[in-house]
């Protein structure tokens, strides 16, 4: 059974800081490539930033220079550093995974959970 379970998300002011984890079970981690995605409420789903089995990463033009996508085989979790959040950073956060990135651009990750919520004031 596929299991990613996305924590670490909260209410921060603009220019603050969040690290999210997502812990992944019921697949071979370290051989998938991982996604952070986000939605916004009325908006489409967006591919934040990627990373794949062998450590390339990946970043939406949005976020480049202020967040950071790691992953650690070990635990098999993947995070997301997010440095000086802006309130249109608010969105609910998933993660997804898939053997190939080119599969993630299409949003045809394993499993959807149920996101962690990022709120940015002003």
């Known amino acids: 059974q596929v299991q990613l379970v996305e924590s670490g998300g909260g209410l921060v002011q603009a220019g603050g800081s969040l690290r999210l984890s997502c812990a992944a079970s019921?697949?071979?981690?370290?051989?998938?490539?991982m996604a952070w995605y986000r939605q916004a409420p009325g908006k489409q789903r967006e591919l934040v930033a990627t990373?794949?089995?062998?450590?390339?990463?990946n970043y939406a033009d949005s976020v480049k220079g202020r967040f950071t996508i790691s992953r650690d085989n070990a635990k098999s979790t993947v995070y997301l550093r997010m440095n000086s959040l802006k309130p249109e950073d608010t969105a609910v956060y998933y993660c997804?995974?898939?053997?190939?990135?080119?599969?993630?651009?299409?949003?045809?990750?394993?499993?959807w959970g149920q996101g962690t919520q990022v709120t940015v004031s002003s």
């Open positions: 990373v794949t089995s062998g450590g390339v990463t």
């Open positions: 997804n995974a898939h053997l190939t990135v080119p599969e993630l651009r299409l949003g045809r990750g394993v499993y």
């Open positions: 019921g697949i071979i981690f370290s051989n998938n490539a």
